[in-house]
């Protein structure tokens, strides 16, 4: 089955430095999606994109989507303690459909760190 | 709601029993989803309704593991005979249909089988 690559597994990052990780795909998915997740809590969407080559922002988040479809990168500027948490990227194969799965395959996750 | 709620938050098992979870979609949506999230792995997908109707069950693991949506509202996740490889949190999430974006998770369900 499809498989996602997600790098890196865990980052402990200064308060105030840029933070960067990505995902790579065995195959083509037509969405890309970003989530958080806190302790305790279901993961929370941050970005989504839908178009390759796609450069999409919410805030300090910045991610795209590649150009071959099969990978996905999530940057973070000026980092903040509340950063921290565990982000997955997750893809979709059907970008738009009325009828049929919207089943999401997910990566296993960065985990980040902030030391204030 | 505002929300996708699950219960129980916690759940603790003995192997063998059997358990059932609860998912109360957000109000209107018609896509509900299930996941299973192993500790320090992604969520990983289970089944899918459209309204009442299981359109997927493909990620169910065994036939020990059931869930239905009888109104199109409400589900329930039921696993038959725990064991402790079911140990793990169950996550629901839902969504308006036919529309493209990440659907939304409620807080899950911590399974120990013990």
């Known amino acids: 089955g499809q498989q996602l690559n997600q790098s890196p597994q865990s980052m402990f990052i200064q308060e105030g430095e840029d933070v960067s990780m990505n995902c790579t795909s065995s195959?083509?998915?037509?969405?890309w999606l970003w989530y958080k997740q806190d302790p305790g809590e279901g993961p929370v969407l941050l970005i989504a994109?839908?178009?390759?080559?796609e450069l999409t922002s919410n805030g300090r988040l910045t991610a795209q989507f590649g150009i071959t479809r099969k990978d996905s990168f999530l940057n973070i500027s000026a980092s903040i303690p509340s950063d921290v948490g565990i982000y997955f990227c997750?893809?979709?194969?059907?970008?738009?459909?009325?009828?049929?799965?919207?089943?999401?395959?997910f990566g296993k996750g960065t985990k980040l760190s902030v030391i204030p | 709601g505002a929300g996708v709620s699950q219960s129980p938050r916690y759940k603790v098992a003995k192997r063998g029993q059997d358990v059932a979870l609860r998912c109360d979609p957000i109000?209107?949506?018609?896509?509900l989803f299930w996941y299973q999230q192993a500790l320090g792995q992604g969520p990983e997908f289970l089944t899918y309704?459209?309204?009442?109707?299981?359109?997927?069950k493909s990620g169910l693991p065994s036939d020990r593991f059931f869930a239905e949506r009888p109104e199109g509202s409400v589900s329930t996740l039921k696993i038959q005979r725990t064991q402790q490889e079911d140990s793990a949190v169950y996550l629901c999430?839902?969504?308006?249909?036919?529309?493209?974006?990440?659907?939304?998770f409620g807080s899950g369900t911590r399974l120990t089988v013990v």
């Open positions: 999430a839902s969504s308006l249909a036919g529309v493209n974006y990440g659907y939304t």
């Open positions: 195959s083509i998915f037509n969405t």
């Open positions: 997750a893809g979709r194969p059907d970008a738009y459909s009325g009828a049929g799965s919207y089943q999401l395959t």
């Open positions: 109000s209107g949506h018609v896509s």
């Open positions: 994109l839908y178009k390759a080559g």
């Open positions: 309704f459209q309204n009442e109707a299981q359109l997927d």
